[in-house]
Nanobody, 116 residues
């Protein structure tokens, strides 16, 4: 069974940092492009989640959304079947549920709250 499990979400103060982890199982992780998305509390649930970053499986190519470029870093460890999202200089507008995706399956999400 294909499964993605996110972890690492927390309450953090503005300007703080956090690293999220997504553990994959049930598929050949190293060959899949892995992505991070988020949905904020004010986002219309009928609209797609916001794509933040992705990292290629074979090529390792990386792309970021403009909203997080320079603050977030995506990486992966294919031996552990994990993908990470390092987040720095977090701001209240980064408050959201963060999800990972392998192109077909979503994790359950992890809550990040940025507040003083």
């Amino acid at each position: 069974q294909v499964q993605l499990v996110e972890s690492g979400g927390s309450l953090v103060q503005p300007g703080g940092s956090l690293t999220l982890t997504c553990a994959g199982s049930g598929f050949n992780f190293r060959f899949y492009t892995m992505s991070w998305y988020r949905r904020g509390p004010r986002q219309d649930p009928e609209k797609p989640r916001e794509l933040l970053a992705f990292i290629g499986g074979v090529t390792g190519d990386i792309e970021y959304a403009d909203s997080v470029k320079g603050r977030f870093t995506i990486s992966r460890d294919n031996d552990k079947n994990e993908v990470y999202l390092q987040m720095t200089n977090l701001q209240p507008e980064d408050t959201a549920v963060y999800y990972c995706n392998n192109g077909a399956v979503w994790g359950q999400g992890t809550q990040v709250t940025v507040s003083s």
